[in-house]
């Protein structure tokens, strides 16, 4: 009897997987790009869905002190504290990007960032722990880990080039799935 409850407790405790289908039908993609420009670079990137996919393409310009390129969700309230690990299936040429995870508004407060690497346009699905992000502040690591606290109060996830060198790129994302 005490395990059938036991059970019955971990069925009602499981957490259902939050998912991001990118691609024509997806209800929840009104992201966006973020380009350099806010700073004055000249970076250039630009967003066109597939039915399973987005697709983020563009030029990153090291002129006028630019260097990145970034697909964005919207400011909202994303408590992944229930969940230990997220999924991507993509694929990327030209730069290495990261996944970011957001707690503030403010572009120069720290943020957490796990890297994905170029796949040569083959498609990769990568599973990242939470325990293997990365606290950053404009560029640069710093020492700590993502709490359950911060994993609470994330607003915003995102892509964001990873490389800061002149190059074309393009990074195809079928979807994020957190577990």
Request: proline letters at 3%; hydrophobic letters at 35%; charged letters at 25%.
């Amino acid at each position: 009897m005490k395990a059938g409850i036991t059970l019955l407790l971990l069925l009602f405790m499981s957490t259902t997987p939050y998912n991001i289908d990118f691609g024509i039908a997806c209800a929840d993609c009104d992201w966006f790009v973020v380009l350099d420009g806010v700073m004055g670079g000249l970076s250039e990137g630009t967003v066109s869905e597939t039915p399973e996919s987005i697709v983020f393409e563009g030029k990153i310009s090291l002129e006028n002190n630019g260097g990145f390129a970034s697909y964005r969700s919207p400011y909202g309230a994303y408590d992944l504290s229930s969940y230990k690990e997220v999924h991507i299936r993509y694929k990327s040429t030209g730069q290495n990007f990261a996944f970011t995870l957001n707690n503030y508004r403010r572009f120069y407060k720290p943020n957490f960032k796990t890297e994905l690497p170029i796949t040569n346009g083959e498609w990769k699905e990568v599973i990242f722990p939470f325990s293997s992000f990365k606290k950053y502040r404009l560029g640069n690591l710093l020492s700590g880990k993502l709490s359950q606290d911060e994993l609470e109060d994330v607003i915003r996830l995102g892509f964001i080039s990873n490389d800061k060198k002149a190059s074309a790129f393009r990074i195809e994302i079928d979807y994020i799935r957190f577990k």
